[in-house]
């Protein structure tokens, strides 16, 4: 099971999904050296203390993650970050 568990509804479909997810997955490499990978509709994210995925559905992204031990501490502050940003990333734009 999942340390953060966050279901998050857009009106992005698809592609304009992965496109958002994308350029927030190449902020977080550059900033915190976190690597990504698709493996279809879903992105495989890791670097050290911290994994997980975010799959994209046509109307919702759901994204769980994983902490190491040392991590687990800043659960509630990583959580209230990454929805904070998952907001962000799939706010309509219309």
Request: hydrophobic share 45%; with cysteine.
């Amino acid at each position: 099971m999942a340390d953060i568990s966050i279901h998050h509804s857009h009106q992005l479909g698809r592609q304009g999904a992965r496109a958002a997810a994308q350029a927030v997955a190449d902020q977080l490499a550059a900033e915190y050296e976190v690597t990504s990978q698709w493996k279809g509709d879903v992105l495989c994210f890791e670097r050290s203390g911290i994994s997980g995925t975010l799959a994209l559905h046509q109307s919702y992204a759901q994204l769980d993650i994983e902490l190491g031990l040392l991590m687990k501490a800043f659960a509630p502050v990583i959580s209230a970050r990454v929805e904070q940003k998952m907001k962000k990333m799939f706010a309509c734009n219309t």
